[in-house]
């Protein structure tokens, strides 16, 4: 151990030198609960703070409990226990009026010691990352959500827009019509914007996870260095597969028109700025005016007019998306990195770990029983009944 290391302990010890252990670890007959089901500090880290490194007792496996364990503080009894992978505190029965005060100053020092101890933590764990053994946390629902809900929201906007288009607005008058079209265009066109920005996000989510099981390279980290062309090549064999490389083409065209632009303020480089120019001499009369470098600014859709995405450009990049995705779905080997990714386990980096995953990729039919029985046997795990 570095002294570093354990001169936190020792600080740690010091934190929390009031907690008496027990010979044994005793459940109180009475008591009331002061803090259920917290989350902050995790319970992974109160556990090994009072475990490990305490050493207080464990009193083992209880309901809907994998652990828990009990010390004095201030000649109370206390006792801190899982539940469902959160934790709680519990304390004596309160008479005095006292004890929820000093089950605070519990929470307290167990709070302020973890502090330390999440520093010893981290630099031990950081070993291990790399090694390249760890996991990606699985974020496809949380970013494939945020991606389809701005989706739904453009194409229900486009319907209205089209109704509304189609219609001779008689019914509201033509300027309240000719505003509320451009107010459905605006819409599209904000929607766009986080709809682009939401894709891009999920796709660099996949590329990870896709990387994982494909390993075209030795080093994550280094991968996760390269420009964002180089690493959707080195995962999908654009070289060989003529759809994968249509889906590529897409891509960086719609990267480099819309969400390079939109993810840097509208100014990318030099190309984007105004300059003044002389263009009208009368004599007594000039006047100058602002141009871009090159007249080649204008033609780019994004940098004029009132919408930085027309509708119809936004039909467009959604059909791209969209068919990116249909694509995985009926490929192999992608069709069971989505089956899996949709299972929601975290993503390991370990080979031998991806390995026995792979082994259960025959069909689509056994990989979904293999990930139906994890799922079962990892809820039974976090609802505490096995």
């Known amino acids: 151990m570095l002294p570093e290391s354990q001169n936190k302990i020792d600080q740690i010890c010091e934190i929390l030198k009031n907690f008496i252990p027990l010979n044994e670890a005793t459940d109180p007959t009475s008591k009331t609960a002061l803090l259920k089901e917290y989350f902050n500090p995790p319970a992974y880290i109160v556990r090994f703070l009072l475990l490990k490194i305490l050493h207080l007792k464990d009193r083992g496996i209880a309901d809907k409990s994998l652990w828990g364990t009990s ?221 871009p470098l090159s007249y080649e600014y204008l033609s780019n859709k994004i940098n004029y007019g009132n919408f930085c995405i027309k509708d119809d450009d936004a039909v467009k990049v959604i059909d791209s998306f969209r068919g990116f995705i249909k694509f995985l779905e009926k490929n192999k080997p992608y069709s069971f990195y989505i089956q899996y990714l949709q299972a929601g386990f975290p993503v390991p980096m370990n080979k031998e770990k991806i390995d026995e995953i792979k082994k259960t990729m025959t069909t689509p039919y056994n990989f979904s029983k293999y990930l139906e029985a994890r799922s079962d046997t990892e809820d039974r795990i976090i609802n505490r009944d096995i």
């Open 71 to 291: 010390f004095k503080y201030k000649n109370y009894l206390f006792e801190v226990s899982d539940w469902k992978g959160s934790w709680c505190l519990y304390g004596p029965v309160d008479r005095k009026k006292e004890i929820p005060r000093i089950g605070l100053e519990v929470q307290n020092k167990i709070t302020k010691a973890v502090k330390v101890l999440d520093g010893i933590l981290s630099n031990k764990l950081r070993s291990k990352v790399k090694m390249g053994d760890f996991s990606l946390q699985n974020v496809y629902h949380k970013l494939s959500g945020i991606y389809h809900f701005y989706e739904k929201e453009i194409l229900d906007t486009e319907k209205q827009y089209n109704s509304s288009r189609t219609s001779d607005g008689k019914m509201m008058g033509l300027v309240t019509h000719i505003a509320r079209n451009h107010d459905l265009k605006s819409k599209i066109s904000n929607y766009s914007f986080a709809l682009i920005v939401s894709f891009f996000s999920l796709l660099e989510f996949m590329l990870d996870a896709i990387y994982s099981f494909e390993r075209p390279t030795d080093n994550f980290w280094e991968y996760k260095k390269m420009d964002f062309k180089e690493r959707f090549k080195l995962v999908f064999p654009v070289n060989k597969d003529a759809e994968a490389k249509g889906f590529y083409d897409e891509f960086i065209k719609i990267r480099e028109r819309y969400r390079n632009p939109l993810a840097h303020g509208l100014l990318r480089n030099e190309e984007d700025v105004l300059v003044s120019l002389d263009v009208l001499d009368l004599g007594l009369l000039s006047m100058e005016e602002l141009v």
